[in-house]
């Protein structure tokens, strides 16, 4: 299998890590902001993985992989913003 030196791959994973670490240093309005742009970031993540998974770049295993962990992000992503967004305050 051929190896390409893109980083656009790596770079919206370290964007979307990032978003969501500055999550706890920053003030509850802006922290919705901030998930909101993390889930968009694995969103694009998503996507190119499935591109690069249907243009033979990633194994099955690979793609395997990489979808499960992007799966329990976008899990945690959208758990903090209903956490955010929910009435009732949690226990």
């Given at each position: ?66 979808a499960l962990q992007l799966n329990e ?19």
């Open positions: 299998m051929k190896r390409y030196g893109s980083t656009a791959l790596p770079r919206l994973v370290v964007g979307a890590l990032a978003l969501a670490a500055t999550h706890a240093l920053i003030t509850s309005t802006s922290a919705s902001v901030t998930m909101v742009q993390a889930n968009e970031g694995i969103e694009m993540t998503r996507w190119a993985v499935r591109m690069a998974s249907d243009r033979k770049l990633l194994a099955p295993k690979q793609f395997e992989f990489s992000c976008g899990r945690m992503v959208g758990g903090w913003l209903k956490s955010r967004t929910s009435t009732n305050p949690p226990c």
